[in-house]
């Protein structure tokens, strides 16, 4: 059979002109707690990588086990990506120097799905993280652009460049050139170091193999390509320089890829001609295959006796010795390397191209509220002032308002669980802060989709229902329709920056919307309440929205009937609200402040989002 990768066959080196960075890990061990619901807190520790230790030198490094055998693990703790936390010994050193989670930051890492903007083209998308992650001292517009053109010709993706990722309402590129663009996105840094999660999981043969062959052709420029994979074909097997073998979370070979079939011969595990030497190292560790001499101990115990385990720790120990101690202090602190003015106007503007080229939500959103307005205008078409119609159809008017304006942001929940992903990837892969995101999110998507839907809304509602005919007074309705949907919306953000199942999200928001309904002083008196319970109103949104549109209409207004006369004044003093200017605006200063409590609620979730694998 033959192996021929081109890299360390016998020892012998990658050949290239410029080396990338040398990667070694010592002893590695890992340890995570299964939670175990809420009646246990703390569920026992489970070790999940045991005692790991590996040289991963230029070219391909792969680390392949069963499922759940550790790989990913072992990847997310080398590439600084897992939380240190569950670090319970050994030490990650590249290039002989100490790193710390900043590696995150400043090596290139390939999350196993491709987390890509689907309405960008693959060139946006390569310009976007251009844009964001090469300094602007360095490389001018015109010289970031000639970079995407050369990585869209590394990786092949020249006939695709302006084709859009995709989305669940568009078709756009093939997995292949999907996971290609992911690789792309990270090359744009033009890093030395590149982790990749499970590159060819998902994909087709024939498209795993060109991907492999894309890493492998990326290795002979000096890069140090480390990657976890399941079960390769023999075409991207041979491609190997580096293997790294785990079972159950134990290191079971580490060396030459092209020497493994020698060091499980040797162990007396025999190979059947044509087999899939990978198959045929999965098969050994999932006891399918049996050794001609039959032993007690475990594979990763004969592995810890070997040879190759006694070069390895002398070669890592030959490492340290050479290491120089001062290096170890220079720990690199990456920042962003743009500025938060730059960022946000580069985020807005994506979002608003993610806006403008996704306009589903939007449409379906103006198309509901010009419905719905219809419908209401309709319901309560051009009010009359005789009592007692007058005012029963004017508060039942109103609440109704107030409840679709509140109920119609329910869907805002999805708002930031649909993009958590692509937020906690970008963010951690530094390229942008957390408050370029939620600012780009609020202003250029949360405020603008909203006003426009609620504009076209109460426009209709409000001339159809003959509410007061005063310009002035239509200004305000709109302002309080407003200020209720953004409370409404800053709510149903924080729930969702809050928790990550969208379940959850809408159990989190249709509880607090429900309470407030019922304080909101339509179904039930707040003054006949008990008075431990009556201060909920002071946090109900349908409180402050109702009082500020009843006072709105009723103030000046008189109605009648054949003996009375009741103006709008002697109402809202008998349900006791206070209609002067300030009980007028302190409704809108009270929405406000909710608006600006939950947002500055969400920015602080969205500050501790957990970045950590
Ligand atoms: N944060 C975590 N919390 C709890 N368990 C974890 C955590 N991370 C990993 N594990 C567990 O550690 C074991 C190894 O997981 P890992 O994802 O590294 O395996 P893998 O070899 O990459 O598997 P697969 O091929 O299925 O992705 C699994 O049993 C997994 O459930």
Redesign the pocket.
């Known amino acids: 059979m033959d192996l021929s990768p081109l890299g360390q066959r016998n020892g012998e080196k990658v050949s290239v002109n410029v080396p990338g960075p040398t990667l070694t890990f010592q002893n590695i061990s890992y340890a995570?707690?299964?939670s175990r619901g809420p009646c246990r807190k703390r569920a026992p520790e489970?070790e999940?990588l045991k005692n790991v230790s590996g040289i991963m030198k230029t070219g391909l490094n792969a680390i392949m086990?069963?499922?759940?055998?550790?790989?990913?693990?072992?990847l997310?703790v080398i590439a600084g990506r897992?939380?240190p936390r569950?670090l319970r010994s050994g030490q990650v050193l590249v290039d002989n120097k100490v790193v710390t989670s900043e590696l995150r930051l400043i090596s290139a890492y390939v999350v196993q799905d491709d987390i890509l903007m689907g309405t960008l083209s693959v060139r946006e998308n390569l310009m976007f993280s251009g844009h964001l992650r090469l300094p602007r001292h360095q490389y001018s517009t015109a010289e970031k652009e000639k970079k995407v053109t050369s990585v869209l010709r590394e990786l092949g993706l020249e006939d695709c460049a302006d084709t859009k990722i995709g989305t669940e309402f568009l078709r756009g590129v093939s997995g292949g050139e999907r996971k290609r663009c992911s690789i792309g996105m990270e090359l744009m840094t033009s890093p030395s170091l590149l982790f990749l999660d499970?590159p060819t999981t998902g994909l087709d043969s024939n498209t795993a193999n060109s991907i492999v062959a894309l890493l492998h052709s990326l290795s002979r420029s000096g890069k140090t390509v480390i990657f976890?994979i399941?079960q390769p074909r023999y075409s991207i097997f041979r491609l190997f320089d580096h293997l790294t073998l785990?079972h159950k979370?134990e290191c079971v070979y580490a060396g030459p890829a092209n020497e493994t079939i020698q060091y499980f011969n040797d162990m007396g595990y025999e190979c059947e001609a044509f087999n899939n030497p990978a198959d045929f190292f999965l098969d050994i560790m999932n006891g399918e295959v049996s050794p001609s001499v039959p032993t007690d101990k475990s594979l990763a115990e004969l592995y810890g006796d070997s040879r190759d385990r006694a070069a390895l720790t002398e070669e890592l120990k030959q490492l340290t010795v050479l290491s120089d101690c001062t290096s170890t202090a220079k720990q690199s602190s990456p920042s962003y390397v743009t500025s938060f003015l730059y960022q946000l106007n580069i985020v807005s503007r994506r979002t608003v191209l993610n806006l403008l080229r996704n306009p589903q939500t939007s449409y379906a959103q103006t198309a509901l509220n010009v419905l719905f307005g219809v419908l209401v205008g309709l319901i309560y078409f051009q009010m009359p002032h005789t009592l007692p119609e007058a005012l029963q159809n004017r508060t039942g008017a109103f609440f109704f308002l107030i409840i679709n304006m509140v109920f119609a942001n329910l869907s805002a929940v999805e708002l930031f669980i649909k993009e958590r992903a692509l937020f906690v990837h970008e963010n951690s892969s530094g390229y942008y802060r957390t408050s370029v995101y939620f600012l780009s999110k609020v202003f250029v998507d949360l405020i603008p989709n909203r006003m426009i839907p609620i504009f076209v809304f109460s426009a209709i509602s409000y001339y159809m229902m003959g509410l007061k005919p005063a310009f002035v007074a239509f200004l305000c309705f709109f302002l309080t329709m407003s200020l209720v949907s953004l409370a409404a919306v800053s709510l149903a953000f924080l729930a969702s920056a809050s928790v990550s199942s969208f379940a959850m999200a809408n159990i989190f928001i249709a509880m607090p919307f429900v309470f407030m309904m019922v304080f909101g002083g339509f179904l039930v008196n707040l003054n006949s309440m008990l008075s431990w319970l009556s201060w909920l109103k002071w946090l109900s949104i349908f409180r402050y929205g109702l009082n500020a549109i009843t006072i709105n209409e009723m103030t000046g207004q008189v109605f009648y009937d054949n003996s009375t006369r009741l103006t709008g004044e002697m109402y809202l003093e008998a349900q006791r609200i206070d209609y002067s200017a300030w009980g007028f605006w302190q409704n809108h200063v009270a929405l406000l402040g909710m608006v600006v409590v939950c947002m500055t609620l969400a920015y602080v979730q969205l500050l501790r989002i957990n970045r950590w694998?």
């Open positions: 995570v707690r299964d489970r999940i086990g069963a499922t759940g055998s550790g790989k990913t693990s072992l997310d897992k939380d569950g499970e976890s399941h785990l979370g694998k």
